[in-house]
C-alpha cells in the first residue's frame, strides 16, 4: 500500500510516501480502508521530533474515517471514523491506504458527514469533549471558551448542546468575528489583566468553567472564575512555565483541569466518538467547512503547509 512514512525525526524532509506493505488484522481486530485523513498540528510536531516516545520507522496520522474491509463480519463493510494516542506514535497511523486497529477502535460514521468531514473532526472534538466532561459542564455552567480554533469552537459546540450558557474570548478581530458568525457572543482578548472584568461583565461573579484553548491564559483567568469554578488547559507555552497566582485561585476554591488528548488510546476516542457522534446526524452539531482535500502523495508539501501555520484545515485522501 501507499504512505507516508519516516525513519528519523527533526526535519520534515524525512517524511517520504512509500509502498510498504499492507497490514494483515489479528483476532479481534480491523483493517480500514482509508477514504480520508485528518492532518493535524500533532502530526507534523510528530515528525519533528516533539514525542520522545514515538518509536521509528512510523506512519503518521491520528484522525481518519473509512471503511471496514477485514475483521468481525459484523463489522465488514461499515462506514467508521477514529482517532486514538496510539496512531502515529507507536503503532502506524492513517497517512495510508489501510490502517490496522482493534475492533472496538472504530467508531460508526455518522451518515450526516462526509468521510472528508467526518476525518477532520477526531482530535479537536474529543479533546473538547473530554474538556468538557471533566470540567463538569452541564446546562448550569456558565462556561468561557478562550481561542478561535478547531477545539475552541468544538468546545462551544458541544456545550450549546448541553444547554451550557456561552462566551468566547479570542485575541485576533477575524476569530472573533468569525465566532460571533456562528452566534457565539464573544469577547475580543487584548490586555491580561482586563479579562478578569470583560468576564465579569457578561457573567456577575465570574465563569463556572473556563477552557483555554490556546496555554497562554491561565493566570489571567483566575480573576475571571466564579468561586469552586475550573480551568481547563489544553496547551501550554514551550518552556511548559506560567506564573500561576495560587494564592488567588485557592481563595475562590478553584481547581486547574490538564486536559491532554494523547492519553485516550483508540478504544476510549471510540467510545467518544460513538457519544457524541450521532448529534451530527440529529443535527445538533454544524457540519464542518472549508476542508482543504489533497492526494497522500502530496503530503509532504501539506505538512509544511501546517508548518508554516496556513490555517486550512488539511485531509489527506489516499
Known amino acids: 500500500m501507499k504512505a507516508l512514512q519516516f ?17 494483515v488484522p489479528g483476532a479481534d481486530e480491523v483493517l480500514v480502508q482509508i477514504k480520508a485523513a485528518g492532518l493535524n498540528p500533532s502530526d507534523v510536531k510528530n515528525v519533528l521530533g516533539r514525542f520522545p516516545y514515538t518509536t521509528l520507522p512510523r506512519i503518521p496520522g491520528r484522525d481518519f474515517a473509512g471503511v471496514v474491509v477485514e475483521g468481525p463480519p459484523a463489522l465488514i463493510g461499515q462506514e467508521v471514523w477514529g482517532t486514538g494516542r496510539e496512531l502515529g506514535f507507536f ?3 492513517s497517512h495510508a491506504q489501510f490502517v490496522k486497529l482493534p475492533a472496538n477502535g472504530v467508531a460508526h460514521k455518522p451518515s450526516h458527514l462526509s468521510f472528508t468531514q467526518a476525518a477532520s473532526l477526531g482530535v479537536p472534538y474529543t479533546t473538547a469533549w473530554d474538556a468538557l466532561e471533566r470540567s463538569l459542564v452541564n446546562a448550569e455552567t456558565r462556561l468561557l471558551v478562550i481561542g478561535g480554533g478547531a477545539v475552541a469552537t468544538a468546545a462551544l459546540a458541544l456545550a450549546k448542546v448541553r444547554g451550557a450558557q456561552l462566551l468566547g474570548a479570542a485575541r485576533r478581530p477575524e ?10 457572543q464573544t469577547i475580543q482578548l487584548d490586555k491580561p489583566e482586563e479579562l478578569g472584568a470583560q468576564v465579569n461583565a457578561v457573567y ?10 490556546t496555554g497562554f491564559w491561565l493566570p489571567a483567568s483566575v480573576p475571571a472564575l466564579a468561586p469552586f469554578g475550573r480551568i481547563a488547559i489544553v496547551a501550554a507555552p514551550v518552556d511548559g512555565h506560567v506564573q500561576l497566582p495560587a494564592l488567588a485561585l485557592y481563595r475562590k476554591g478553584g481547581s ?18 460513538e457519544q457524541f457522534g450521532r448529534f451530527f446526524d440529529e443535527d445538533l452539531l454544524p457540519l464542518p467547512q472549508g476542508l482543504v482535500e489533497a492526494p497522500l ?19 489527506l485522501m489516499p
Open 256 to 273: 486547574v483541569v490538564g486536559i491532554n488528548s494523547l492519553l485516550y488510546g483508540v478504544e476510549a476516542c471510540a467510545a467518544m466518538l
Open 204 to 213: 456577575r461573579g465570574g465563569a463556572d468553567v473556563i477552557f483555554d484553548t
Open 297 to 315: 502523495a502530496e503530503g509532504l508539501a501539506r505538512y509544511a503547509d501546517v508548518n508554516q501555520g496556513s490555517g486550512d484545515k488539511v485531509i
Open 7 to 23: 525513519d528519523k525525526t527533526g526535519d520534515l524532509s524525512s517524511l517520504r510516501f512509500v509502498e510498504v506493505p499492507t497490514p
Open 175 to 184: 476569530q472573533v468575528k468569525d465566532l460571533q458568525a456562528q452566534g457565539y
Open 91 to 93: 503503532a502506524d497511523g
